[in-house]
């Protein structure tokens, strides 16, 4: 079963069917059905926000150790 992913950001084509299809503007992933959008957004959502926490704290490393020095 191998899928041929149209330039069209609607459809996606797998064995001669064609789906309707959504596509997240963040990445660019194709996702059928539709409904499964919004969790895929959130993911990215999630993976942001560890980022940031991520970046806070090494920001919180760097000003210490700057102070310390």
């Given at each position: 079963m191998e899928a041929?992913?149209?330039?069209?950001s609607k459809t996606?084509?797998?064995?001669?069917?064609?789906?309707?299809?959504?596509?997240?503007?963040?990445?660019?992933?194709?996702?059928?059905?539709?409904?499964?959008?919004?969790?895929h957004l959130y993911?990215?959502?999630?993976?942001?926000?560890?980022?940031?926490?991520?970046?806070?704290?090494?920001?919180?490393?760097?000003?210490?150790?700057?102070?310390?020095?």
């Amino acid at each position: 079963m191998e899928a041929v992913l149209n330039g069209d950001s609607k459809t996606i084509t797998i064995e001669n069917k064609t789906l309707r299809a959504v596509k997240c503007e963040k990445c660019g992933a194709k996702m059928y059905p539709t409904s499964l959008l919004k969790p895929h957004l959130y993911r990215h959502q999630r993976r942001h926000r560890w980022f940031v926490t991520e970046l806070r704290k090494l920001q919180y490393t760097m000003a210490h150790m700057r102070d310390m020095a």
